[in-house]
């Protein structure tokens, strides 16, 4: 009988001890070292490994091509994906408990066997009638998806190489283990060793396979750093369980880009697609209001005008509060500066909060000249047409409004959505072409824009 051993392993980044540390020597994380127990090779055999039969060959001669792809029947998990599902990838989905993960790829699965095939449904945490019962809510019936309650993965690949499916979902990558390891499912060990069996199984049959993860307190992909690395794409659900819109980001692609997005609302029915966020967001605005104002950003291929507010309130603490929601507080506390410095503003004896409303997040620096004026509108207590206007543009620290990427076809967004007037930087009307429906009213600082406000 082999000799039984233990070993100390952090459960974030895979680290292994032969004794329990406090803190991880790997990833400087304190209490996550766990006892793993360790068999002898005699009775425990990893899973094989992919074998490639290909040889070294320079790259000239490498043939490239485009990969093949299935549709998913969800337009906007297609753009997040680059296009669709790549055949043998593996697609990780993350998010926080009841932000909608399951509905998404039960939504999915039941679209491609509809259209490609047997597609296998693999649960750890819900009974086949629990899943039953979700799909009719969902109206998510097709006779090509199997569904099955299973945790041990050597049952899994049996059902799979049983049914051969097209696509496979395994509901979470947390609750599988394998007989031959004695360590609990979710650890280090388990982990990797399940997604690796996975990993082979997908990329040996060409079948894509998509893993649920679950999520942090901090809101990040719990387990092993090394599951990220392993996997082809993640994925993450944002936003808020009390509000409706839910958001998809690709955090990694191997085969697109990682700056698109999709966009959802949760509904009766399940994740509805939201084609045009921008109208979505501003539905509820007001005609005008102090400390409120129209920004634009770019999340990939798509503008998108969403609505952000300010509140400047003299502040009882002592201290003054800088609170962001949507917004970089390092890049707040920039413009706040500048406000004060350049503009004169007395901001030291107030708290200032802003909120971007819908649970987006300004990326970059296109919001910075809103969050600017929309300060200066709360503070001074003057109304922003917010349904007129709207303003792009990046602060510098002398108070020069500066080129933004992308400025025309934001422009072009606020035209379509009907707004009348875009305050930008004067140095970008050069690139600006077919803009007949709004007025442009370019700046060169930050004081001409601040004046425009006062002005009208």
Excluded at 403 to 426: A, D, H, N, S, Y
Aim: aromatic content about 6%; hydrophobic content about 40%; glycine content about 10%.
């Amino acid at each position: 009988m082999a000799k039984i051993k233990s070993k100390f392993v952090c459960q974030e980044c895979g680290f292994e001890s032969p004794k329990w540390m406090g803190r991880c020597n790997g990833c400087n994380q304190w209490n996550t070292m766990e006892e793993e127990m360790v068999t002898g090779k005699a009775e425990f055999k990893r899973s094989p490994s992919i074998i490639s039969q290909s040889k070294p060959q320079p790259i000239g001669k490498v043939k490239s091509g485009s990969y093949q792809r299935y549709d998913t029947t969800i337009d906007e998990l297609n753009r997040v994906l680059g296009g669709g599902l790549v055949k043998g990838a593996l697609t990780l989905i993350s998010g926080e408990p009841g932000i909608g993960k399951s509905t998404l790829i039960l939504q999915a699965g039941s679209g491609i066997a509809a259209k490609y095939g047997t597609v296998l449904y693999v649960s750890g945490e819900e009974s086949e009638e629990q899943i039953k019962m979700r799909a009719d809510r969902l109206n998510s019936i097709s006779e090509k998806l199997y569904v099955v309650s299973e945790t041990n993965i050597n049952v899994i690949e049996g059902y799979i190489n049983e049914l051969s499916p097209v696509f496979i979902i395994i509901d979470s990558v947390q609750t599988l283990y394998k007989e031959e390891l004695s360590s609990a499912p979710g650890s280090v060990s388990q982990v990797k060793e399940c997604v690796n069996n996975l990993m082979r199984i997908g990329k040996s049959s060409n079948v894509p396979i998509f893993l649920v993860a679950h999520v942090t307190k901090q809101g990040e992909l719990a387990g092993p750093r090394v599951l990220e690395h392993m996997v082809d794409t993640v994925l993450h659900f944002e936003g808020e369980r009390t509000q409706e819109f839910r958001i998809l980001r690709a955090l990694k692609n191997r085969f697109g880009t990682t700056s698109e997005i999709g966009v959802f609302e949760m509904k009766e029915e399940g994740l509805v697609e939201v084609s045009n966020p921008s109208a979505m967001l501003l539905d509820s605005m007001t005609e005008e209001s102090d400390g409120a104002i129209v920004v634009a950003t770019v999340e990939g291929t798509r503008p998108i005008l969403v609505e952000l507010q300010a509140l400047v309130t003299a502040t009882n603490t002592g201290f003054p509060r800088r609170t962001a929601v949507g917004v970089d507080i390092n890049r707040l506390n920039l413009i706040i500066a500048v406000l004060e410095k350049k503009m004169g503003l007395p901001l030291i004896n107030y708290d200032i909060y802003i909120n971007v409303v819908g649970g987006i997040k300004l990326e970059g620096t296109f919001g910075d000249l809103g969050i600017a004026m929309a300060i200066y509108s709360s503070f001074k207590g003057i109304p922003i047409p917010t349904k007129k206007l709207i303003a792009i543009g990046e602060i510098s620290l002398t108070a020069d409004i500066r080129t933004v990427p992308q400025l025309e076809k934001m422009i072009k967004e606020g035209e379509k959505m009907g707004f009348q007037v875009c305050v930008f930087p004067t140095r970008n009307r050069s690139k600006i072409e077919g803009i007949n429906k709004i007025k442009l009213n370019g700046v060169d600082n930050l004081y001409s824009a601040l004046k425009y406000i006062e002005n009208n």
